[in-house]
T-cell receptor, first 113, second 113 residues
Framework: DTEVTQTPKHLVMGMTNKKSLKCEQH?????MYWYKQKAKKPPELMFV???????INESVPSRFSPECPNSSLLNLHLHALQPEDSALYLC????????????FGSGTRLTVV | AQSVTQLDSHVSVSEGTPVLLRCNYS??????LFWYVQHPNKGLQLLLK??????LVKGINGFEAEFKKSETSFHLTKPSAHMSDAAEYFC???????????FGSGTKLNVKP
C-alpha cells in the first residue's frame, strides 16, 4: 500500500457544526502533516506530527484541532469554522520528518457555509 | 533562510514540443529538492526528487530535472509535451532533518493541441 487515503473527499458544513477530516496511511511512515490549500495558491503547512507527537503548529487557529491516535491515522477536528476556511485540506506522510519527500493524499474539499 | 522561486506563473506549449519549468532556490544548507504535479481538484503527486546523489534526476512520465548548485536552479524539463501534462507544478525545497517543505508559488502548464 503506497497511498495516503483521505475521507471524506468533499464536505459542506455550517459555521456552528463540528466535523472531522480523516487521513490514513499504511506505509509505516512516522511523520504526518496537514496542509491547507486555497484556490490558485501553493499548500500551506498547518501541523506536523512526528512519532504521533505534535511537533509543529504553524499558528493555526484553535478552531482546527489535530489528533494522531496512532502511527497510521491522523484526524483534523473542525469546530466553529468561518467561510474563509473553505479550502482543499491535504494530508501527507513521510518516513520521517523532513528531507525525503512526502506522499500526499488527494485531499478533502471543504466548504463552510 | 530558504525559499523557492518559480520564475513563471504560466507556461503554454504546443503538444509535442519541449517543456521547461524554471525553479530557483535559496538555502543555507544542502537542500533536498522536489517537483510535484497537481491536476485540477486533485492532490499532489511526486514527479521527482534530488537528495544529493546524481545531479540529473529522472522522474515519472518522461520528466527530468537538473540540480545546478552554481546557478541555484532545479529546472524541470520534458522533451515532448502531452495533453495530459496540463496541470499545476510546484517546486519544493526541504532541509535535511527539518520538518518543513517550502513550496514555490506554482507554475500552471497549458498544453495546446
Amino acid at each position: 500500500d503506497t497511498e495516503v487515503t483521505q475521507t471524506p473527499k468533499h464536505l459542506v458544513m455550517g459555521m456552528t457544526n463540528k466535523k472531522s477530516l480523516k487521513c490514513e496511511q499504511h506505509m509505516g511512515h512516522r511523520a504526518m502533516y496537514w496542509y491547507k490549500q486555497k484556490a490558485k495558491k501553493p499548500p500551506e503547512l498547518m501541523f506536523v506530527y512526528s512519532y504521533e507527537k505534535l511537533s509543529i503548529n504553524e499558528s493555526v487557529p484553535s478552531r482546527f484541532s489535530p489528533e494522531c491516535p496512532n502511527s497510521s491515522l491522523l484526524n483534523l477536528h473542525l469546530h466553529a469554522l468561518q467561510p474563509e476556511d473553505s479550502a482543499l485540506y491535504l494530508c501527507a506522510s513521510s518516513q520521517r520528518a523532513g528531507g525525503v519527500g512526502y506522499t500526499f493524499g488527494s485531499g478533502t474539499r471543504l466548504t463552510v457555509v | 533562510a530558504q525559499s523557492v522561486t518559480q520564475l513563471d506563473s504560466h507556461v503554454s506549449v504546443s503538444e509535442g514540443t519541449p517543456v521547461l519549468l524554471r525553479c530557483n532556490y535559496s538555502s543555507s544548507y544542502s537542500p533536498s529538492l522536489f517537483w510535484y504535479v497537481q491536476h485540477p481538484n486533485k492532490g499532489l503527486q511526486l514527479l521527482l526528487k534530488y537528495t544529493s546523489a546524481a545531479t540529473l534526476v529522472k522522474g515519472i512520465n518522461g520528466f527530468e530535472a537538473e540540480f545546478k548548485k552554481s546557478e541555484t536552479s532545479f529546472h524541470l524539463t520534458k522533451p515532448s509535451a502531452h495533453m495530459s501534462d496540463a496541470a499545476e507544478y510546484f517546486c519544493v525545497v526541504s532541509l535535511y532533518n527539518f520538518n518543513k517543505f517550502y513550496f514555490g508559488s506554482g507554475t500552471k502548464l497549458n498544453v495546446k493541441p
